[in-house]
């Protein structure tokens, strides 16, 4: 491609994501192009923040995203990868005493979206969980699915992204003080989620960090069912394999 022509490209695709006037302005057909970006950038978050738009109702919701388009514009043509910042956006912009779990509804409506995107994990010839004995947890690793997300909350927004998920009323939720995990998973193609007390959420975290089971769990869940937690981290699909923990001289 022509220099000349790719610079002509990129200046163009940059008048029609940004949004402020441009030598373009007075071609015929071109606020066609601006309009038809905007909408398909508003409903690419539409589609994202589903919970989110189904607390705040579909006209406030495309205000904010009409906003969020102007402040932030696409810098890839992968829609579905749009809106990575659009929580923290939305933390800045409601006030917290009336819409108080809304930032935290559309963190996890972002991360059902890299759960559904991450890429399949590869085949690994890991250990058999049940061929591992009690005393040699210390010395494996469990390696998480690449599509698991979680995260703790200090809001109950996994309650009320659940509700609006399952179209139920979530304003049961919306005054409580209540401290809330969740974690995502794709375990047979399509998202799963399931709410995660402290000590599956610490049990995560440190399985992340790359500690051994048997340390995670000693650290993470001092004084909680050990085997009840790690067995439904097991059936969420979270943990894709074990292996012998690496240590290095």
Known sequence: MRPE????????????????????????????????????????????????????????????????FRDNPPETPVLAEYGAGFADWLEQRLPTDRQPNVADV????????????????????????????EDAWMTVVAVLQPAARFRWFATPAPSVWLASRNFTTPNEFAAARTEEGILLTRPRGA???????????????????????????????????????????????????FQRKEYQP
Not at 22 to 42: E, H, K, L
Not at 198 to 226: F, N, T
């Open 5 to 68: 022509l790719a610079a002509f490209q990129q200046s163009f695709a940059a008048a029609i994501l940004s949004g402020t006037p441009s030598r373009f302005d007075r071609w015929p057909g071109f606020a066609v192009y601006r309009n038809t970006s905007m909408v398909a950038a508003i409903d690419s978050l539409a589609a994202s923040y589903s919970a989110t738009r189904a607390i705040l109702g579909d006209a406030d919701f495309r205000e904010l995203a009409r906003a969020y």
């Open 106 to 133: 559309a963190r996890i409506d972002r991360m059902q979206t890299e759960t559904h995107l991450a890429e399949e994990p590869d085949d690994a010839c890991g250990i058999d969980a049940a061929a591992i004995s």
């Open 191 to 241: 998202v799963e989620a399931v709410l995660i007390d402290r000590a599956e959420h610490q049990l995560l975290m440190r399985l992340q960090w790359g500690e051994s089971v048997g340390q995670a769990a000693i650290a993470a869940c001092p004084r909680a069912d050990i085997g009840a937690s790690f067995k439904r981290l097991l059936e969420s699909g979270a943990i894709h394999h």
